[in-house]
Nanobody, 121 residues
């Protein structure tokens, strides 16, 4: 079973930056797409950004031009660079990945535990 561990969340003032990391660990697997989503209290979970194994990216309109998703395939790690943060970016951020397991030839969606991002005004 692959485990995803996020890090890098915290408290930042509006206009500031944070960089989230999501590291996958385990054995006999390959990561396909990796994504970040977020959920604020009382709101639905929202896809923030996604990146394929080839490096193609997609973003929610609300973060375009401010957030950048990237990945290091050798380290099985994805990053979310968040700049020009706004109070409305406050949420729990979750990483998830489409994981292919060589042992049983199956693909599964694996989730991290989440990291809190709080942007003060």
């Amino acid at each position: 079973q692959v485990q995803l561990v996020e890090s890098g969340g915290g408290l930042v003032q509006a206009g500031g930056s944070l960089r989230l990391s999501c590291a996958a660990s385990g054995s006999n697997f390959r990561i396909n797409a990796m994504s970040w989503c977020r959920q604020a209290p009382g709101k639905q979970r929202e896809l923030v950004a996604a990146i394929t194994s080839g490096g193609s990216t997609d973003y929610a309109d609300s973060v375009k031009g401010r957030f950048t998703i990237s990945r290091d395939n050798a380290k099985n790690t994805a990053y979310l660079q968040m700049n020009s943060l706004k109070p409305e970016d406050t949420a729990a951020y979750y990483c998830y990945a489409e994981v292919y397991y060589y042992r049983n030839y199956r693909t599964s969606l694996e989730w991290g535990q989440g990291t809190q991002v709080t942007v003060s005004s």
